[in-house]
């Protein structure tokens, strides 16, 4: 069943396994905030053992540039919003990763976007990125980088 992210009072409730869970429900709770105050949608979050499709979906868009992801998807959200899917795993090592998926136009915006919990390292799958540093009230520092996708994928 899903659940709605409160993103006035951040919770862990759903990624408690991780060593970064404060800061993961911070960053969580950030991109609540921001699909609120954008387009007014309502951000929630599955399980991601009852989302497996959806965590594959996210490993097969990965795999363009041949990243595996070691840890294990504790959430995911997925949903579309003015014409774009927008897919998000939140990993128990603290990593959330979003694929903006534009479904239409005549050259779509799509991209992979990663950002890592504030104190968590840079995971060695994702060690050839630069990654730009932004503050969050929410999340602390959030370190991010995305890569354009190339390939055609579907949920």
Excluded: C
């Excluded at 504790?74 to 534009?102: A, D, H, M, P």
Aim: no cysteine; hydrophobic share 40%; glycine share 8%.
């Amino acid at each position: 069943m899903a659940k709605i992210v409160n993103f006035v009072t951040v919770s862990t409730e759903g990624l408690e396994s991780s060593p970064f869970a404060l800061a993961l429900a911070g960053l969580r709770a950030n991109e609540a905030r921001y699909f609120h105050n954008k387009y007014g949608h309502v951000f929630s979050v599955t399980p991601a053992s009852k989302s497996k499709k959806t965590v594959a979906y996210v490993s097969r868009v990965l795999l363009e540039r041949n990243i595996v992801i070691d840890s294990p998807p504790l959430q995911v959200s997925s949903f579309e919003v003015e014409g774009v899917r927008w897919t998000y795993v939140f990993y128990e090592s603290g990593l959330s990763i979003n694929v903006l998926y534009q479904l239409e136009g005549p050259s779509p915006k799509r991209a992979v976007g990663f950002k890592l919990s504030d104190g968590m390292e840079i995971p060695p799958e994702l060690s050839a990125f630069k990654f730009a540093r932004q503050k969050s009230k929410l999340a602390g520092t959030i370190r991010g980088s995305y890569f354009v996708v190339k390939g055609e994928y579907s949920l």
